[in-house]
């Protein structure tokens, strides 16, 4: 069974830090890019940020300078450092991944099931 699993959410004072991971596992054939996507109350799931497999990193404006993502190949895991959180940050942080589960098996995007993040003003 494929899953993505979030860990490192939790409540932090504004201009605090967080360090969210997320691990695939699982039969996986291959992982093209990984992202972090964040979802508020009331609003629509949108982008953080993006990782392909090579290392090219794609940014929401609103976290520019702030948030960096990277990624571990060999251990199937992709982090978001988040520096500087403001309360407009609140959110639950979802994983994201295109994963191939064969040569031949079309890639698929799959979900964390989430992690909160609160930041308190």
């Known amino acids: 069974q494929v899953q993505l699993v979030e860990s490192g959410g939790g409540l932090v004072q504004a201009g605090g830090s967080l360090r969210l991971s997320c691990a695939a596992s699982?039969?996986?054939?291959?992982?093209?890019?990984m992202g972090w996507y964040r979802q508020a109350p009331g609003k629509q799931r949108e982008l953080v940020a993006a990782?392909?497999?090579?290392?090219?990193?794609n940014y929401a404006d609103s976290v520019k300078g702030r948030f960096t993502i990277s990624r571990d190949n060999a251990k199937n895991k992709v982090y978001l450092q988040m520096n500087s959180l403001k309360p407009e940050d609140t959110a639950v942080y979802y994983c994201?991944?295109?994963?191939?589960?064969?040569?031949?098996?079309?890639?698929?995007?799959?979900w964390g099931q989430g992690t909160q993040v609160t930041v308190s003003s």
């Open positions: 994201n991944a295109g994963l191939m589960l064969g040569p031949r098996a079309p890639g698929a995007d799959y």
């Open positions: 699982g039969s996986i054939f291959s992982i093209g890019s």
């Open positions: 990782i392909t497999s090579g290392g090219s990193t």
